[in-house]
């Protein structure tokens, strides 16, 4: 059963449940409010007690999947309504408002709030046994409990918790199955899951004021929920959405009936007669296997023991810098303890990254289960190192690479050290903004199918492309791969997830992450449902006609993802981690790819950047899904924010799913995620179904209306003015982004600056002369409309050609045939146009300008006119590979001929045999 999100457009005023709540909670603290201390000529005290109710009627129905401040305090608050005791629920709803927008309330348990008076305040004296800096978190429980019965549970619940558990927690009711999932998909603070029995199906709860919130909950198929155990189905159910969470099952299902699916959905069974102690305590320990970060823990100890250092590193203890009077600043900048925790020691507790076998070994296994791979292995310089390793590790030379051309500069020395031979694969163009999206599905067929007609297919080992790019387009990875697994069933997959390390920790993202779809359709591809549909697509195929689905006979699952911890989770600087999903990685792979690992990786990892990806992971268990539900939602904020102000509207726009993907990729036909007139835009279907998706946590700023190109306001602007930093830059845009470390303050810091920066311009274009201005128009009309135009790969040189008329060629040998001068020449830029009409110009460097910082010309390429007219209509200052004094490096025609003479004798060599051509003996 795969959840979908429901077909029908649909829009709310709020972005998220978390906004609708707060926003009901403050206007109840105003209602009340205004009802203890009325103004002369308010409304009528019955009128302000009707408002109240209602506001309470609406909270009830959201607070019941939530333990604070939950159903039972709403219901003491409704009591003191209609009591008129007005004071008592002012002050109350103030506190309860003011714990839950601060999230103190996080900080300690509370006493037995169901039975509390007016005039106490359990949010702030805690139960004696609480101990208030335990870790808090909820535990839901479904069942179908009379009120007593529930009482009595909670009751329970709350007398085992000791001072010395090291967590407190809390216990939401629901009786419903389709309640456990609006709980699990509404309330971050649920940790761990208890289902009871099988609980009836239907809420009686989803209000219409709920429902914008629940289209992948909604578009959920129960057609065959009579024939299945509910409890069972739940618990799966509830993995798909949340499968970072701890579930338990207590049934009196003969054990004999227990399904091996149901065995693995949860963590424990129980019976009934087994107590409530029973089940506390196996909540506790899965909460702690889950808290425990192996690496990061055991190099506190080690910190913590006395040690005589006799090895490298002076600065191991700190001596060398505390005890020096020049230095010392140092060490006080950084603390005693980040000194304590530098070593050269891989025994003692710790281990060796290069090959481990104790702490660093267990960190990484959890971190696998935790990003849903088979392997995980700790990368500590860089996305950038994690690419070279995955590459070097499965490819050889001669192989062919299908490789996305605008990607990291990383993959293209990567296809240099392996000696693979890249396919370029063109992105679609975004031209009004200087920037590309992302490649295409035909493209990638196109080109899979004419390597299969020139007998190529063979050689093809990977297809690498990045998601989601710098400007956050996403692609829809199982389309992708299940199409070209059709034509190529043992193609391996690089997905380069340097910005999407955070898209597994909710729903809608995780669809379209590397991980997440291997293991989808390695588990799709095994079953009898897809034989049979595989069978019945082969009766349905004309005579010659390929298949469209991958042959389950004979695909082969292999996937790796490299992804930056460090750019969207909480890690150090250069923290990343490669993920494998590899059936045959032990059978294939293992060998190559831990030598690969070794030429890579230094003897000496920086153990901080473990330690934080170890710890970073603990986090992402237990508060990811929070962190990136609040990313996107503040992102969605900002994005309506700027675009229904008058003033800053005037000078900046976010670009739109709209300005970013074309229709012809938009099969769900969303064109932004916010209009003022209707609010906001559910994401879903386009999530599920179309082609490409935007990200909305990256946001592109469009500035070109200001005047300012790209870097200019980046740097003189946001980050001088307001020390603002941004992602990347385009001619007329800059890149903003949220993540989970960005809070409500930053946000609005960054709007007031804007607003800033936009009443000085326009308090600047109202002071311009008549001339003034119109240099202005020009100046906003060269970066708003008369923009170069985007130029796409041209082709490598006959003389590297690997693949005629499919674009593949060999950057190697280019690369190195270039190390040595006497092969190449300089041309100026402004002189390459005249010279291009007398000979052919082939780059001999990599030439990547910033923005937008993807190679325009890669070694053996061909210099096209687009190309060139591109390079000179570029007004930035940052071009690498390119030196401004002695102009563009190319081969000399000497070294061109000499080459394509080698090239077409080594052509011969590779070409694969003609089906027909007669067949010689050998000995």
Request: with cysteine; proline share 5%.
């Amino acid at each position: 059963m795969s959840p979908r999100p429901r077909k029908s457009a649909v829009t709310a005023k709020h972005y998220s449940i978390g906004q609708l709540r707060v926003d009901l909670w403050n206007q109840l603290k105003t209602a009340s409010r205004e009802l203890a201390d009325p103004e002369e000529g308010s409304q009528n005290l019955s009128e302000a007690e009707a408002d109240v109710a209602d506001l309470l009627d609406r909270l009830a129905g959201i607070e019941r999947y939530f333990g604070h401040p939950g159903v039972a305090r709403v219901e003491q608050l409704r009591e003191s309504n209609k009591h008129h005791d007005r004071q008592w629920l002012a002050q109350r709803v103030a506190t309860m408002v003011k714990a839950l927008v601060s999230d103190s309330y996080r900080g300690h348990a509370y006493g037995d709030s169901d039975h509390e008076e007016p005039g106490t305040d359990e949010i702030n004296t805690p139960p004696p046994s609480t101990v208030t800096d335990a870790t808090y978190f909820e535990v839901l429980l479904v069942e179908d409990l009379t009120a007593t019965e529930e009482l009595n549970v909670r009751t329970s619940m709350r007398d085992l918790q000791q001072p010395g558990d090291g967590f407190t927690s809390e216990l939401v009711v629901v009786r419903s199955f389709q309640d456990a999932l609006v709980a699990v998909l509404f309330n971050f603070n649920i940790q761990a899951v208890v289902i009871r029995y099988a609980p009836q199906f239907e809420s009686e709860n989803l209000s219409d004021e709920l429902r914008p919130f629940l289209q992948n909950l909604l578009g959920l198929d129960y057609s065959n929920k009579e024939s299945i155990a509910l409890g069972p189905l739940l618990g799966r159910t509830i993995k798909a959405f949340r499968p970072e969470l701890d579930l338990y099952y207590v049934t009196d299902t003969a054990l004999t009936h227990l399904r091996d699916s149901t065995l693995q959905t949860f963590r424990r069974i129980f019976y009934r007669r087994e107590d409530v102690q029973e089940l506390y305590l196996a909540i506790l320990r899965g909460i702690r296997l889950r808290f425990a970060a192996p690496f990061f823990v055991a190099l506190k100890e080690y910190s913590q023991k006395p040690t005589g250092v006799f090895h490298a590193m002076p600065i191991s203890r700190g001596n060398s810098v505390f005890k020096s009077r020049w230095i010392k600043d140092f060490g006080d900048f950084y603390g005693r303890n980040m000194f304590l925790a530098e070593t050269s020691a891989t025994t003692g507790g710790l281990d060796s990254l290069l090959q481990p076998t104790g702490c660093i070994k267990q960190a990484q296994e959890m971190a696998a289960k935790t990003y849903g791979a088979r392997e995980t292995f700790f990368v500590t310089n860089g996305t950038s190192t994690a690419n070279k390793i995955v590459v070097q590790a499965l490819v050889r030379p001669g192989d062919l690479v299908l490789i996305d051309r605008d990607c990291h500069k990383s993959h293209h020395y990567g296809m240099v050290l392996s000696g693979a031979l890249p396919v370029y694969l063109d992105s679609y163009p975004v031209e009004p903004y200087s920037m590309y999206g992302a490649v295409p599905l035909r493209e990638i067929k196109r080109k899979l199918l004419e390597l299969k007609e020139q007998g190529r297919l063979d050689k093809v080992k990977m297809l690498l492309l990045t998601n989601c790019t710098f400007d956050g387009i996403v692609y829809n990875v199982e389309r992708i791969m299940e199409e070209v697994l059709a034509i190529k069933p043992d193609m391996i997959f690089l997905w380069d997830e340097a910005w999407f390390a955070f898209a597994g920790f909710t729903y809608t993202y995780r669809q379209r992450t590397g991980m997440y779809t291997a293991g989808k359709l390695s588990a799709k591809y095994q079953t009898k449902a897809y034989r049979k549909h595989y069978a019945e697509h082969l009766d349905c195929l004309a005579e010659g006609e390929a298949p469209r689905l991958p042959d389950p006979d004979r695909v082969r699952i292999r996937v790796y993802a490299t992804q930056s911890t460090h750019k969207t989770l909480s890690s150090f600087r250069q923290g990343s981690m490669i993920h494998i999903w590899d059936q045959d990685f032990e059978r294939m792979v293992s060998d190559t790819f831990h030598e690969a690992y070794m030429t890579h990786t230094s003897t000496s990892p920086n153990y901080q950047i473990l330690a934080s990806l170890d710890v970073g992971r603990r986090q992402v268990e237990f508060e990811g899904y929070e962190l990136v539900e609040k990313s996107i939602e503040l992102a969605m904020v900002l994005r309506a924010k700027i675009s229904e102000h008058k003033l800053l509207r005037k000078y900046f726009s976010v670009l739109t799913v709209r300005d970013l993907i074309p229709a012809e990729f938009r099969q769900s036909e969303l064109t932004e995620y916010y209009q003022p007139e209707i609010g906001w835009n559910r994401m879903e279907q386009a999530w599920a179904d179309d082609e490409f998706v935007l990200d909305p946590t990256k946001i592109t700023l469009s500035v070109g209306k200001t005047g300012i190109d790209g870097n200019t306001f980046k740097n003189a602007y946001l980050m001088d003015q307001f020390s603002i930093q941004v992602n990347k830059t385009s001619r007329n845009t800059v890149l903003l982004m949220t993540n989970i470390g960005t809070t409500r303050g930053s946000v609005v810091f960054l709007m007031g600056a804007m607003l800033k920066i936009a009443t000085e311009l326009e308090r600047q274009v109202d002071a311009l002369t008549d001339r003034e201005l119109e240099i202005r128009t020009k100046r906003v009309c060269s970066l708003v409309e008369d923009v170069p135009p985007l130029p796409d790969f041209s082709r490598f040189h006959a003389s590297f050609q690997a693949v005629p008329g499919v674009s593949g060629g060999d950057i190697r040998e280019a690369y190195f045939l270039a190390y040595q001068e006497k092969n190449c020449d300089y041309v100026p830029l402004d002189e390459a146009l005249e010279l291009m009409q007398t000979r052919e110009l082939v780059s001999a460097s990599f030439v990547i300008p910033y923005p937008p910082g993807f190679p325009v010309l890669v070694p053996g390429q061909v210099i096209s006119t687009d190309i060139l007219e591109f390079l000179l209509a570029l007004d930035v200052t940052e071009i690498h590979g390119y030196r401004p004094a002695l102009g563009l490096k190319v081969f000399s025609d000497a070294v061109l001929n000499r080459q394509k003479t080698f090239s077409a004798m080594s052509s011969l060599r590779r070409a694969p045999a003609s089906p027909n051509a007669p067949t010689t003996p050998t000995s």
